[in-house]
């Protein structure tokens, strides 16, 4: 089964915390929706699992929830 394409997501400064990521990249809805993601373990960072919406994002870290990739970019 081949894999999803990462898809690069522009930040304007770095670093970006993940919750806020997660709703940028259109993987999560709202606050809320990153925040379940999170509490359910269904979000790795750069292939280990991340529980911290606080967590903190540089450019060319991978986040990976199910099928969907993305990575920040600087502008």
Do not use: W, Y
Request: proline share 7%; hydrophobic share 40%.
């Amino acid at each position: 089964m081949p894999k999803a394409p990462i898809r690069d997501i522009e930040i304007a400064e770095e670093p970006i915390r993940l919750g806020q990521f997660l709703k940028l990249a259109g993987i999560a809805e709202d606050g809320g929706h990153a925040r379940e993601l999170l509490e359910t373990e269904q979000v790795m960072l750069n292939g280990r699992l991340e529980t911290r919406r606080g967590a903190q994002l540089r450019p060319g870290d991978v986040v990976a929830v199910g099928e969907q990739c993305a990575r920040p970019i600087l502008h």
